[in-house]
């Protein structure tokens, strides 16, 4: 039986730091709604999020229980302030000093594993500098050569730790079995995670990240008066924040660690890179593009909205549905049919939007949402979770 293993304050703490760098992405792409700015948000946060996984797995193994523990988590949590700060210009004058700071995470973070596992954290934490110092170069550089070394940045990330897997698993000759029966792979290192902490790590940044959509109305009617639409467009919009808090935490967080604790141990590490990394991306990403939409959209709200503004409004939210799909799928938990059409139903309230005002697609979007999880609630009240990886 598992050793009950919660979430600490100090890393509750973390995760308010690091939810700074969506706050800014945010502010990056409310400033400039274009396919640039939107690609410079997917490829930082990409990198960013690649390594505050890395966190949320180092303290599920080495919780921060001691004092050196902690003083090096809250150094980390200073480099990641740094690259929250440069975020607005990492693609230019703020470039080296978002490379700076994402390079001591790196270290910091591999400095901070060898307490559990050791040397032998080198097979990840040497591809893991290599992105960094990928990105550090970045700063260097403006136009293609900066947009290249940001994607040779993505591709260390996620090739070359399955290379190196390969090559260990595969590089020891039949006369050395006993050596061979040593080589461990990203599962063995990182599989033995505590389920209950997994789960709730990733449902506080959540929920946190939740909070900056809500600060986004605050910030969107900045010093307008108080009128009767502008708070019926904040209520609206605090309406589609909780239906997707809903979607998350009522139906699939406790599920979610079901799965998890049936999982063999061993196992973990994938299935956490499935739900909690490549599915939670467009989860977060989608917030964050909703949350630029209501900064543009609350002060407009009578007003026929431009495309843009309208899309990344509808499109975050959609985002967010794609994400929640794949980490339903991951996990095996379902059903999906009815968010897929709340997917493209949300979708369809752009040219609305376009036609009419903000506030009729802020409306449309609270309709739809609450339909899908009416439909839910009808047709779908209690599915039953799979035992999935312990076989």
């Known amino acids: 039986m598992e050793t009950p293993h919660r979430v600490s304050t100090l890393e509750l ?3 308010l730091v690091f939810v700074f760098t969506i706050t800014q992405l945010t502010v990056l792409l409310a400033d400039d709604i274009s396919f640039r700015a939107a690609g410079q ?4 946060f990409t990198v960013l999020f690649w390594m505050y996984g890395g966190y949320a797995h180092l303290t599920n193994q080495v919780p921060p229980d001691r004092t050196v523990r902690r003083v090096l988590l ?4 200073g480099a990641f302030l740094v690259c929250a700060l440069a975020v607005p210009t990492a693609f230019g004058a703020g470039g080296v000093a978002f490379g700076l700071g994402y390079v001591f995470v790196v270290l910091v973070h591999s400095a901070l594993y060898t307490q559990a596992h050791g040397f032998g954290v080198l097979w990840f934490a040497l591809p893991n500098l290599l992105c960094a110092l990928s990105v550090l170069a970045a700063g260097f550089f403006d136009g293609p050569t900066a947009w290249g070394l940001w994607m040779l940045a993505l591709l260390i ?5 399955q290379l190196v897997q390969r090559v260990a698993a595969s590089g020891a000759r039949p006369a050395e079995a006993e050596a061979a029966s040593a080589v461990t792979t990203v599962s063995d290192q990182l599989g033995g995670m505590s389920a209950e902490h997994l789960v709730e790590r990733h449902g506080l940044l959540l929920i946190i990240v939740f909070g900056e959509s809500v600060i986004a109305i605050g910030i969107g009617t900045g010093s307008l008066p108080l009128s009767v639409g502008i708070a019926a467009g904040a209520f609206l919009a605090l309406a589609i924040a909780s239906a997707l808090w809903w979607m998350y935490f009522v139906r699939d967080e406790g599920r979610a660690e079901e799965v998890f604790a049936e999982t063999a141990p061993e ?3 994938k299935l956490a890179m499935l739900a909690y990394y490549y599915a939670f991306l467009p989860m977060l990403l989608g917030i964050a593009a909703f949350a630029a939409g209501v900064k543009k959209t609350i002060g407009h709200l009578g007003e026929h909205l431009h495309t843009g503004p309208a899309l990344v409004l509808a499109g975050g939210v959609a985002v967010y549905l794609a994400g929640d799909l794949a980490f339903r799928a991951a996990l095996g938990i379902g059903p999906a049919r009815f968010r897929a059409a709340g997917m493209l139903l949300v979708l369809a309230t752009v040219p609305l939007a376009g036609a009419t005002a903000g506030l009729w697609q802020l409306l449309a979007l609270v309709l739809v949402l609450l339909a899908v999880l009416g439909a839910e609630a009808r047709w779908a009240p209690a599915a039953v979770t799979p035992a999935t990886g312990s076989g």
């Open 41 to 44: 948000v997917l490829v930082i």
């Open 267 to 269: 196992k973990r590490f």
């Open 74 to 77: 809250i150094l980390a949590m």
């Open 157 to 161: 990330q996620f090739v070359v730790p």
């Open 13 to 15: 703490f973390f995760d």
